[in-house]
């Protein structure tokens, strides 16, 4: 198996999870020093722990839940030791509010830790119409 294909395994590996609303193998797809930025959340979380307490404080405040993530037009390249995951998504989440559906584009950025890829930032932004 290619190395491409080794990130877009791991890559779908967390969509899937993400899709699941499995927040335990979601998160378990990014090392601790994790960083995330989403246009939603103000400021960069800086780790995984602090994308968790994100999570936690959405599910307590909105009642947030994941119930679907489709995944489309993916492209990977490796640089060495870099993976670069680039997709367009098309997420259901529900809240206190009800359903919603967003349309965004996304890029994970995977490093290779022995015979492993995992995610090392993750960038989440609308996408245009």
């Given at each position: ?20 609303n499995?927040?335990?193998?979601y998160f378990?797809?990014?090392t601790?020093e ?14 995984r ?6 999570w936690e404080s959405w599910?307590?405040?909105f009642?947030?839940k994941?119930?679907?993530c ?8 490796i640089?060495?030791?870099a993976?670069?995951f ?8 529900v809240?206190?509010?009800?359903a919603?559906?967003y ?12 015979e ?6 993750e960038?989440?932004?609308p996408l245009?119409?």
């Amino acid at each position: 198996m290619s190395e491409e294909q080794d990130v877009e395994d791991a890559a779908v590996a967390l969509i899937d999870a993400f899709a699941r609303n499995d927040r335990a193998a979601y998160f378990a797809a990014f090392t601790p020093e994790a960083s995330f930025i989403f246009h939603a959340t103000s400021r960069v979380l800086d780790s995984r722990a602090a994308y968790e307490a994100e999570w936690e404080s959405w599910i307590r405040d909105f009642g947030f839940k994941v119930v679907s993530c489709e995944s489309r037009n993916r492209v990977v390249k490796i640089y060495g030791e870099a993976g670069v995951f680039t997709h367009q998504t098309r997420t259901r989440i529900v809240t206190k509010d009800g359903a919603q559906e967003y349309d965004e584009r996304e890029t994970i950025i995977f490093h290779k830790t022995g015979e492993k890829w995992l995610a090392v930032h993750e960038h989440l932004s609308p996408l245009p119409d």
